[in-house]
């Protein structure tokens, strides 16, 4: 079945610090990414939705400037948390959708000290 | 908007039945997804409904009511591993560049 990679697994980072997540897709491609990020004890939240070569499409009240996404290739997406506080400590996840499931990337714990 | 209701926390017993409920309001609709979680782990995908009806997948059951926009998931023969969050989640459109809408997820303990 379809899958996404997600790296890496858990990170923890020096706060004023940028931290970057991977997503491969790694048997399809993938021309749109969705970013989720989840508090503890809390759902899934949109966050961005990434397109291959284009701009990404953020949600009210997510910083674009501080949630940078890339998504150059139909293959690759990234997200990069750049001078991360405390506050951006969270799970964040993605995942794509191949046909009509959707599929999940293992998710990506940050913790930011 | 969109707006996808589930009650936040159930218990149940082990080797009982428990039934997940889950309104939806959204702005279209291509499928219902219910999702199992544990705690710092990707959501593991369930089931998938689309029509009207009842779907079985060993011990979980899935129903879905487009008119009334209402699902549930029935989990048989609860067992403790079961203990977790279940998440609701629709599609609200076809094309593939929409993401999936969740609940706040269910908590569900599953106690002795």
């Known amino acids: 079945g379809a899958v996404v990679s997600q790296h890496p697994s858990w990170v923890i980072c020096k706060s004023g610090t940028s931290v970057k997540i991977e997503c491969r897709s790694l048997d399809f491609q993938a021309t749109t990414m969705f970013w989720y990020r989840q508090f503890p004890k809390q759902s899934l939240m949109l966050m961005a939705t990434?397109?291959?070569?284009?701009?990404?499409?953020?949600e009210q009240g997510v910083e674009k400037d501080k949630f940078l996404i890339n998504h150059a290739s139909l293959t690759l997406s990234t997200l990069t948390v750049t001078s991360a506080h405390p506050e951006d400590s969270s799970f964040y996840i993605c995942?794509?959708?191949?046909?009509?499931?959707?599929?999940f990337g293992s998710g990506t714990r940050l913790t930011v000290v | 908007g969109q707006n996808i209701d589930q009650p936040t926390e159930m218990t149940a017993t082990e080797g009982a039945i428990v039934q997940i409920n889950c309104t939806y309001q959204t702005s279209g609709f291509n499928g219902l997804f219910w999702y199992q979680q544990h705690a710092g782990e990707a959501p593991t995908f369930l089931s998938y409904?689309?029509?009207?009806g009842l779907e079985e997948k060993g011990r979980f059951s899935s129903f879905l009511s487009r008119s009334k926009g209402y699902s549930y998931l029935l989990l048989k023969e609860l067992q403790m591993k079961d203990s977790a969050s279940y998440l609701c989640?629709?599609?609200?459109?076809?094309?593939?560049?929409?993401?999936?809408?969740f609940g706040k997820g269910t908590r569900l303990s599953v106690i002795a």
């Open positions: 990434s397109n291959e070569g284009s701009k990404a499409t953020y």
């Open positions: 409904n689309v029509l009207d």
């Open positions: 995942s794509a959708r191949p046909g009509d499931g959707y599929t």
């Open positions: 989640a629709v599609s609200p459109l076809v094309a593939g560049n929409t993401p999936l809408v």
